[in-house]
């Protein structure tokens, strides 16, 4: 199947030359020397960031002509389009990836070593666009980057927050945040676009009215803002494709109050200005778990709004009304419930605004829209109070309302079959509006229930997940509509993840294979198989990941003030801080392997397999838990890194801030990642798939796309420990079967009575994970423990014998091919979206 899919692609015209933009002959050293001249008045004596800006706004121009190029071509041939929906894109840097992916690299990196720069360095000087919290933002990033590469018709849409991700220092060990204040110095990947705005209204009434024969229904909102768009070309690689993610800011509908302005009333003149562009200002900085605040739902309906009246323009352009049309041009992914009042708006500018029926809306609605599911914590499924829903958007709330009447009727009858309590059951379970289950006078909107009754399709994002899904989470719309539910693994992008962040691996993946093709068919990764246990390889994989070791130590050094020892294997675990990925299980195993580290004799510990560990990852801002467990980790590292004893066996730091650049940096150098979340709680990951690329090997539990990963790259080769899914509820409910442990005991002993300092504010972190009290170690990291510290035991021993380290390592990104986002971009495409191919040809 998956071999079909690629040939799919590689029927495309492959012979039409690559024409990218650059209608430029400017040679780059002097274009980059124009930019500066004439846009930041500077004539020589450039910095760092002068040469970052320079080359910058001269590469844009090249995306700009090849995105032009491309609507072009799409506007004449009118393909199906994809829309992909989302409130968070983490894109982080763009110079690099846009100059790779255009070609373009030997051109800037002669012209800035003419100018005396390393291109590396100058690409630092870039702030990472961090409009997204972790991995649900990241994905949207790579599936951009993986729907140009394949020529698709598509964009994203979301919004472009003024403030993206917090930053992240540490002050005395704990976490502090501080504004992301990324727009100061320009952005040279967007593009305004003056005549692209539209009005999205909040609260107000609702009025029946005679037109004609007809009454119709009009919506007129008490707040009004305006919507405007900004494009961010988005290059693909090794294709004359440039698509595009349109973000929206949001505007006053005016300037200022005129009439407070003449009364000489200035702060209420700007008052309008500071509610309106409060809308677009920050990003919720809330990951897996939504904030219930009313902003966060007005974001939501901003950006959604925005982007359907968009869509429909367009299509009103060519098409005119024959809306019958429209899910032949366009549909639309909801990347999580985030967007999900689409499926109201739509049906009221479908029906409100262009008249037509409710029935004929509806079939089109539900044909359009599809929905992905990311997580399966309950609390994680959105649910607005109506009564919030129905003062900000009282239209939408009328069409939930009658979305739901029109559901639970035809729900009802469905199940006629069944006896009628047992059927009314059933159907006030399935409501999209029901009760507060902790305040029965609060009535809620479900909203994953809303997106799976609007949607065509419904998937998960890893094979454990969907069955997770289909089985426990929505299994009763599995029951009813079994058809809709279905399964796309994630991926991510091999461009970004692997080829430009780790250009020496590159260089000996392609030499080896002869041919530089995998980066779009990482299929062909697995041709790495035949090198796996050849020495004289070995040792070449061995020298690239021992350079990207040596740029890892230098961070360390410049952040810690330490060296490390570069022979240590080095131990990863970077992602956002949750009791259910459990970073205070890795802590807990670095203070037992400290401590029998302390117990040896000096010749005893000259056998112990040396390790250099990193934490890195945000905790949001009001969990309180996470951020205990942040403090455990630098306190730790305060008491391992100082002890004489054992400091050139074992580090512990904290990388603070963590990000998309950060990741670029430390995932080359990684020996081994964690990925250790409780079976049943991550949804899939993604970072496991960036290591497993850069042949690092992976120490996780039977969970998200952990098991497939382990599939690829064969189940021997991974370290898996730890209960399975499958018995974790039964576990749960009968709790004297939980695992013990004397190690576990004395370990909490330690912390409580002081070892790492801090005895007090640790205690909640001691107590939470007391399974002796009902209801505690919610994520089993008292029974997993003494299987992880002997998973980590192996680890140990395989790193003794580094000719079999590296072969698993030469496997790992062997077996990666699957995990690319193009194979999930084209199963999306191909199941989903039936979108199709369409690359422009225009010279
Ligand atoms: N995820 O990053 C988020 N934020 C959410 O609000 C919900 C889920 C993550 O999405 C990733 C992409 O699908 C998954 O790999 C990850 O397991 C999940 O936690």
């Known amino acids: 199947r998956r071999a079909l899919r690629v040939h799919a692609v590689a029927e495309l015209d492959k012979t039409a030359p690559i024409v990218r933009g650059g209608t430029s002959s400017v040679p780059a050293p002097a274009d980059i020397a124009n930019k500066l001249r004439y846009l930041f008045g500077r004539n020589g004596d450039y910095t760092t960031a002068d040469a970052y800006q320079g080359t910058a706004w001269s590469v844009r121009e090249k995306l700009i002509d090849s995105f032009n190029k491309t609507h072009e071509y799409w506007k004449k041939e009118d393909p199906k389009f994809v829309y992909y929906l989302s409130a968070e ?45 972790g991995g649900l933002g990241r994905l949207a990033a790579c599936f951009l980057d993986s729907m140009a590469t394949l020529d698709l018709p598509g964009w994203g849409y979301g919004i472009r927050y003024k403030y993206g991700m917090f930053k992240q220092a540490l002050k005395n060990g704990y976490q502090v945040e501080l504004p992301d204040i990324w727009l100061t110095k320009g952005n040279p990947w967007e593009l305004r676009r003056d005549d692209v705005k539209y009005e999205v209204g909040f609260g107000g009434r609702v009025e029946r009215r005679k037109q004609g024969s007809k009454e119709v229904t009009v919506w007129t909102p008490s707040e009004r803002v305006i919507a405007q768009a900004y494009d961010n070309p988005i290059p693909g690689y090794n294709t004359p494709t440039t698509s595009n993610l349109r973000l929206w800011d949001a505007v006053p509908v005016t300037e200022f109050d005129l009439g407070a302005f003449n009364a000489g009333d200035y702060d209420r003149a700007m008052l309008e200005r500071e509610r309106a562009e409060g809308i677009s200002a920050v990003l919720y900085p809330n990951d897996s778990t939504p904030e219930g605040k009313e902003l966060r739902l007005k974001q939501q309906y901003f950006f959604v709004c925005a982007s359907l009246q968009d869509v429909l323009s367009r299509f009103k352009a060519v098409h005119a009304t024959d809306f019958n049309l429209l899910p032949e041009k366009a549909c639309f992914q909801l990347n999580d419930t985030h967007p999900t009042i689409a499926v109201a708006e739509l049906m009221r500018l479908l029906v409100d605004v262009e008249g037509l029926d409710w029935d004929q809306a509806w079939t089109i609605t539900t044909k359009c829209l599809n929905y992905t599911n990311h997580t399966v914590m309950p609390e994680a499924l959105e649910k607005w109070p109506v009564k919030v829903m129905a003062k900000m958007l009282p239209r939408h709330m009328e069409i939930i309302e009658v979305i739901n009447e029109g559901w639970t009727k035809w729900l009802a009858g469905h199940l006629k079959d069944l006896k009628p309590e047992e059927r009314a059951k059933r159907v006030a379970a399935m409501s999209i509006i029901h009760e507060n289950p902790w305040n029965k006078d609060e009535m809620l909107v479900n909203m994953a229930y809303l997106a799976v009754v609007g949607s065509s399709a419904v998937n998960g994002v890893a094979a454990i997940h969907s069955n997770i899904v289909k089985d426990e989470i929505l299994n009763d719309f599995y029951q009813i509509f079994p058809s809709k539910f279905q399964n796309k693994t994630n991926g991510v992008t091999p461009r970004r993840w692997l080829a430009w962040c780790n250009p020496e691996l590159a260089a000996l993946i392609t030499d080896a294979l002869g041919t530089s093709e995998w980066i779009n068919d990482t299929e062909k990764l697995a041709g790495l198989r035949a090198f796996a246990s050849d020495k004289s390889f070995q040792a070449k994989w061995s020298a690239v990941k021992k350079a ?296």
């Open 548 to 843: 990207k070791k040596a740029k890892l130590a230098q961070l360390i050094k410049k952040v810690h003030g330490d060296d490390v020892n570069q022979e240590a294997l080095f131990d990863i675990q970077i992602k956002r801080i949750h009791e259910y990925k459990r970073q205070y299980l890795n802590v807990l195993s670095i203070i037992w392997r400290y401590k029998q580290l302390k117990k040896m004799s000096p010749e005893e510990r000259k056998k112990a397999v040396p390790r250099v560990c990193v934490i890195g990852g945000k905790a949001a801002s009001a969990y309180d838990m996470a951020k205990r467990i942040i403090r455990l980790v630098t306190a730790v590292g305060d008491v391992i890194n100082k002890d004489p004893d054992t400091q050139d066996y074992l580090r512990l730091y904290f990388l603070p801030d963590y990000n998309v650049s950060l990741a670029e940096t430390i995932i080359p150098a990684a020996e081994l990642s964690q990925h250790i979340s409780t079976a049943g709680t991550e949804a899939s990951g993604t970072s496991n798939m960036k290591f497993q690329m850069n042949g690092c090997l992976i120490i996780g539990t039977w969970d998200g796309a952990n098991i497939e990963i382990a599939e690829e790259t064969g189940i021997e080769n991974v370290f898996v420990f730890g209960v399975r899914a499958e018995e974790i509820n039964q576990l749960r409910k009968e709790r004297k079967n939980l695992k013990t442990d004397p190690r576990w005991d004395e370990l909490m002993r330690d912390i409580e009575s002081g070892m790492f300092g801090d005895k007090d504010y640790f205690k909640p972190l001691v107590d939470s994970v007391n399974n002796m009290k009902v209801g505690n170690d919610w994520f089993l990291l008292a029974n997993d423990f003494a299987s992880y510290l002997k998973a980590q035991e192996e680890v140990d021993a395989c790193y003794k014998d580094q000719s079999e380290w590296l072969r698993r390592s030469i496997m790992y990104t062997a077996g990666s091919g699957k995990f690319s986002s193009d194979r999930t971009i084209r199963e999306y495409a191909e199941d989903i979206w039936h979108v199709k191919p369409s690359r422009p040809t225009i010279a």
């Open 89 to 133: 894109f983490l894109m982080g840097r763009s110079l690099i990836n846009t100059v790779y992916n255009l070609g373009l690299e030997g051109e800037y990196a002669e012209a800035l070593n003419q100018m005396g720069y390393e291109m590396e360095r100058v690409a630092d000087a870039e702030r990472d666009a961090a409009l997204g919290n």
